[in-house]
Structure formats: C-alpha cells, structure tokens
C-alpha cells in the first residue's frame, strides 16, 4: 500500500506536471510534435467512472505512451496512476489473441481444456450453443452481462441485439452494483436518470460533504479536485465514512459513522435543514421526517455519532452558500445504497443546492460508461432513452427504430444480475454471453457466480487470458480494449459525450466489441434482413439520438462530426448551435417525487463483526488490467485484511497472521493488517483480489490463498429495489488452519 505521504506527494507532482501537458496540443485536431512521434489519438481512460479524456501516442499500431489533455473539464491533463498506465495494461504478454474453445466441459473450472481455433469455428461453437438452449429454454433463455465501461455504439448493437435478435431481456451491467438505484434517485428528485451537475461544480463549493471516503480511492482524478478546493482554502471537506482513508487528511470533519447508518445521518441532517416549501411532495417529506425523528436519532446514535455530530454538519451546511456532495460507490453499494442516494438527491432538492455553480450532489460509478449504459437500455424492462419495455407506446417507437415488430420484442421485464445463478441452478436460464466482465470474481456470492458459470454455456468476450471467468467459458472471444483500440462514443459521470479514436492495432485476431456482436448477430440471427442491420455500426449513434429527441437524454444537438471538433457537449442538448446543459435546473427539471428513505441497511449490535468491502486507489474491479501493470501490481499486490488493534488483540490475533474469514456463504483468508484505519467491530477486505488477475497470475503462482472478498459477500436484493444486501455482510473470524491455505474457487 502506498502510505498517505507517497500518496499526497503524487498528486503534488501530478499537479507540477500540468503545465508539461501542454505540450501536447493547442487544439484538439493538432497532433503534438516530436521527432519520436507516430501518432497521438484521441481517446478515454476507461479505468474508473470519471472517463478522462486522453492522447494516446502509437508506433506502428502499438501503443507507446498516454497524455492528458489539459483541455479536459475533468482533470485538466493531470492523469492518476491507474491511467498513467493503460498502455502497459494494453501490451502485456497476456492479452487474448486468438478465440479458445472448450471441447471437454468436464474440465470447466481449470487452466486446461481451452484450445485455440478460428473465427469460424469459434461462430460455430457458439451458434451450436446458443441454439440449443433457445431449443431448451425458449428466447429467454440466455443472459447477457456487460461491462458498464463500453462504448454506447456498443451498448445500441448490444440492446438491439438481445431483444430484437435473440428475444430476451435478460440485459444488465456491474452498474447494478452502484450506478442504477443511483440514477433512479436522480430521475425521482431532478427529472434527469443521470447525475444533475457537473464536477466542475466541485471549484465552485465553499463545502464538500464526501459521503465515503473512497472518493480518492475510486476515482483519484475528482479527489485532485478536493484536495485543490481544500489547500486553496476555497472549501470545506466534511466527511462521512467508517474508515480512515487518504480523503480523512484533507477533512475538516471526519464523523466515522458505522457502515450503514450514513443513511441515518443524512435524514437527521434534512431534518435539521429542509425548510418549509408550497411543494406538496416536499411538505410530505418533512413530514416523514418529523414524525420518524426519534427513530432517526437513535440510528445516528447506533451508529456512534450524536446530535452534536449532527448539527456540527447542519451549522457547516447554512455557513457554506455552495454546496456539493460526492458519494462514492461503496455507500451506494450497500444495502441502504438505493435509499441514501434518494436521501441526498431529496436534501440538496429541498435546500435549494442545486442547478447553479456549486450547487449539485454527483453520485460516483465504478464504470467508465455507466451514464450510457442506463441512457443506451443495458438494464432489465428498460430502452433506449428511458423507455419502459412494459409501455406500448415506448415499445413502438423503438422498435421502429430497430427495424422490426414491438411484438419482437421481450414481453416481460428480464431478470437482475444478481438472480442469474439462481435462475441457471434451477434451469430457468442456459447460457450466458460475458462481455469484459469478470463475473466470477466482481460479483457478490462469487462461488454461486462459480457454479453458475460451470453449469451454463457461458461465452466470454476478455481482453486478458485468463481470467476467474474465462477459465470457466466454453469459448472465449478476444476483445479488442476500449482506450486506444476502438471507436466510438463515451458519456462521463456528468453526461458529457466525448469521442473516442482507434488508432492501436489490437493484438493476434482480437476485435473491437462492437464488431464482434455484428458478427455474433450474423451468425445465430435467422432473419436476413435483421442480420443486415447491424453491419453499419456508425448509425448506432445517430439511431439513438432519434430515439432521445424530445426526452430528458435528447442529444439531437451533439451529432458525431461536432464530437471530433469539440471535447465534449453535455445532454441534453437539443440543437448544434447549443453548448448543451451542464446543469439540470428547476427550469428543466420535471415536479420532484420525494418518497420516504426508510431506514435500511443498519449494523446491528452484535458481538458479530461487519466485513466491508470497496477499492483501492491503484485498481479497477478484479484487477484483470490494473493488475497487469507492474507500478500498480506492486503498489497493491495481495489482500489484506483491515482490522482494529482492539479487535486483533482481543482475538488473540497478530498483525501479518493468516485469518479466516467466514460468512453464511462461503469463506476467504487473508493477510490481518492491524490498523485504526477500521473502527471496532468492523473489518475491511479490498475487492479487487481474485485467483488470477494481476502480472504473477495470482495465488497459483504466489502460492497464497484466494483472498476475494466477494467469495463471502451475498447477492441477495432488497426487496423492491435491487440493490444488493450482502456487500457489507456480517461474518466471524479465526486464525487460519492448514486446509484454508488451499487455494479456493478455482
């Protein structure tokens, strides 16, 4: 782990590095100059949700170095490391070349059995499977899961595909972990299914509320930004989260409330602020709040804050004239994450911090693409632009544009990620499509995800081999990266579109994934006519700007010539003479729907302790690229398992000791870290760490134990929501014997 000085200084030199950006161009259409130069290209760092622009610099179609672009609202040139080092992640000897395919299932689940063969095999093998399990369990028998860092050419082929080609609905991203209930809030309180305000509102805060502390762990280049707002003395930083990471140092106020109950403390904040309004809906939700205030305060109580605590926030809020919240993706994660998000949408609503400078909350996604993958239709029962697959109007408008009859389409709402494996256990699904996902060790319940993958015909697209979920696939298809490797079109976090140019050659045969679905859909696509439609990828923009004309996602203004000339062009923007809106305001927004944020989610008081688990600063996910890069492999290399000094000793536990970690659905061991980073009662595993993803491929060759945390997470929903329950899951813990050294899963 990279200490909290090492860490604060690199973002020093980051900021000293600015001005060296500037070589790199004055204008976006101008390559930089250099006698070692081939080509710079235009492209996005798809290594967190921020999406910062870059250049890309090739030689002879490799991929040689990356820049910032210092035009960039985001991070003004300055890059984190994860970004520094997407070309190393692109040129390791690992990258999938060639497709593999599995003639023995018997040996899913094992480094053997996956052998090369050609395209057209592998279309063979696929469309063998594919049909056979149509034949067996109808359309809506097979599952497709894609990343949620995509390009949104990607995700149109990818929606037209799963429901005008193969007739299901079964559609959904890791988004579900965070991004979705998180938009849903939006679309709820300010009439946009998207964040409201730009992160260029973060210079104009005079307070910054960081609702978890990951902020600088899951998106560094938007902490640059808090850390300059606070060493300016511009803003004020309060911060609500259990632990104490890197964003506890620049903190003015750091209230370590147990996870779980930040809910609790920001329906106490609303009570302590939200002011009487002519609003019905808002009149309600105070409402709701006074009557439940005793309730509230004893969460807060529960959660080992009090009403000082409170009011200290409350007494910062009226002081600050502008206002912005960052909530990171390990809050939205958790049980109470759906309702948090609803919470903090309501309070800025309700307190008028919204719609201008500095004034907005933005909810933070692990994915690159998460806006396009919700605005594109990549979710069970909704389409493009915000339609609903239950409506029939909505499904006569896209399926115009798709070209076929609404009675193609799906007639009921598909399944959430998280009820796949129980769906293939009983049979109810077949097959599943991977799309630069790796299910087996990002999604919670990883052992269910485990034998699902055995059980199903399962074809994964990776950019790596292997990986915790291609050692399972029955044919794998090699994928071309997003950054440097493919065309197209990405939304940031505030819904910026900004365009993205292949100038890379990916290696062996791999292939763009948009290229790889028109060829998917041209093999197993009965109907000639529908087959067809997919070979024009560059029209997949354009049809779903046709599809958003006249909605809150209209981008009718933002055509694919002005994304070559411009940066960037937020939507909705309806016109090309339009600079587009960076800020939803009451002007736009439709009437607000407050709904009461009930209390979910809370840590009990239990002897048990709580394991919670969330990122790390030097990766992404499951490591498969991040991992792959020496500076971040090494930086982070194995798990550990945070601990209180309190906790380890009362256990009889000492710091570097082998632990045991155990929940209702599995198990895990790991390295104990003692350290007062965790409260007492709580321990935290980071959730990157699998089998096989990083530069010595893991435990099989560190001989270590699998150390994913997800093998002891739950994938069971709240009801009514469909978030997950169990990414905080209550587990115990012992000293490891013999047998839990064993590597497990694979």
Known sequence: MISRRRFLGQCGRCALALPLSGLLSRSLGAEPEGADVERWTRSVCDLCGLGEPVFIRTREGRPVDVKGIVQSRTGFGRLCPRARAIVEAATTEDRAIEPLLRRDRSTKGTLNGLEPVSWEEAWAAVANGLRSTHERHGPGGVAIASSDGETCETYSLLARLARAGLGTDHLDTPARLDALHAYDACRQVFGTEANPGSVEDVDAAGLILLVGGDVAESHPGLYYRVLDARRTGRARVVLLDSRRTVAAAVADLHLRVKPGHELAVVNSLAAELASPSDDPASEDWRAWLRTERATIAAAVRAGGLGARDVEAVAHTWREARNIVTLVGPTALGAASGAALARAVAQLHHATGQWGGPGRTCLFLPRGANATGAVALGIRPGRLPAGGRLTEPTERDKTAAAWGT?????????????????????????????????????????????RRALTQAFTVASSTH?????????????????????????????????????????????????????????????????????????????????????????????????????????????????????????????????????????????????????????????????????????????????????????????????????????????????????????????????????DLQGGSSTQKEPEGLAHLVTSSELVPGVGSPTGLQVRVSVRKARRRDMRRRGV
């Open 465 to 693: 081999v292997p990986t915790e979920t291609t050692v399972f696939a029955d044919v794998v298809l090699p994928l071309a990266l997003v950054s440097g490797e493919s065309s197209g079109t990405m939304m940031t976090l505030d819904r910026r579109c900004q365009s993205l140019q292949a100038e890379a050659t990916p290696p062996g045969v791999a292939k763009p994934a948009e290229q790889i679905l028109v060829e998917l859909a041209r093999t197993v696509l009965d109907a000639d006519s529908m087959a067809r439609s997919f070979s024009d990828v560059p029209t997949e923009w354009d049809r779903w700007r046709g599809l958003a004309q006249g909605t809150p996602f209209d981008a009718d203004g933002i055509p694919p010539f002005r994304l070559s000339q411009e940066l960037d062009v937020p939507w909705p923007c309806a016109g090309e003479d339009e600079p587009g809106t960076a800020r939803i305001d009451a002007s736009s927004a439709a009437s607000p729907v407050f709904v009461p944020t009930p209390l979910v989610g809370q840590m009990a008081d239990d002897d048990a302790l709580l394991l919670v688990t969330g990122p790390l600063r030097e990766h992404l996910r499951s490591r498969v690229r991040t991992g792959r890069a020496s500076e971040l492999h090494y930086e982070a290399p194995v798990a550990k398992l945070e601990m209180h000094p309190g906790d380890a000793s009362a256990l009889g536990f000492a710091d570097g000791d082998w632990i045991t970690v155990e929940s209702e659905v599995g198990a895990v061991t790991a390295r104990l870290w003692a350290t007062d980073r965790v409260i007492p009662g709580v321990v935290f595993l980071p959730e990157h760490f699998g089998f096989l993803s």
């Open 405 to 449: 009859e609404p009675s193609g389409l799906p007639e009921r709402p598909g399944l959430p990620l998280l009820e796949w494996p129980a769906a293939i256990e009983n049979e109810t699904l077949g097959a599943m499509l991977v799309l630069r996902t790796n299910l087996a060790a990002e999604m919670p319940d990883a052992g269910a995800w």
